[in-house]
């Protein structure tokens, strides 16, 4: 197992402009730059936030059909933080115990934990803030990047 950072895929290493100058990858794996169909079996609410962000991914090349499994736990994450977020605005950050005693409720331990799985994914996809900030999505003149391979030089 290697030690120390995990590497960057290429697409994001360029999206970045290669701030490390590094040679990139050559040969690494290059999946069909399409995104893959949303799983049956997500909640309604992963679903919808799959719908929401599975074409802007694929346009950014970073989303492909290999990619299925990661973003679904992307959105399945995201569902269940949100649910766990909307019981916490419903039923309060404190209940009483039979005894009377004050006690947190348990859905903000499952809020974190779904946050903290959301956002290790997130940075996979380029999906926060920080991530963003390093990638460079035109050439400086207002002209966004439409296609990946032009980055890649693949023709």
């Known amino acids: 197992m290697r030690a120390g950072r995990k590497p960057k895929p ?19 794996p290059k999946p069909l730059k399409k995104a893959p169909p949303c799983p049956k ?5 992963a679903k919808k936030e799959w719908r929401r962000l599975a ?5 950014m090349g970073v989303l492909t ?10 959105c399945q994450s995201y569902a269940r933080w949100k649910e ?5 605005t419903d039923r309060g950050l404190v209940i009483r115990t039979p005894s009377g005693y004050p006690q947190q409720v348990p859905y903000i ?8 799985l959301m956002q290790q ?10 991530a963003r900030s390093r990638i460079i999505a035109g050439n400086g003149e207002g002209k966004a990047v439409d296609d990946m391979d032009a980055l890649l030089g693949d023709d």
């Open 84 to 88: 766990a977020e909307e019981r916490i």
């Open 55 to 59: 074409k802007a991914l694929e346009a």
């Open 10 to 28: 290429t697409a994001i290493k360029i999206l970045e402009g290669n701030p490390g100058k590094r040679k990139l990858n050559e040969n690494e």
């Open 121 to 130: 994914f997130a940075e996979q996809f380029g999906l926060t803030p920080a």
């Open 41 to 45: 079996w997500l909640e309604p609410e």
């Open 109 to 116: 331990s499952i809020a974190q934990q779904y946050l903290k």
């Open 65 to 74: 059909e290999a990619d299925m499994a990661a973003f679904a736990g992307y």
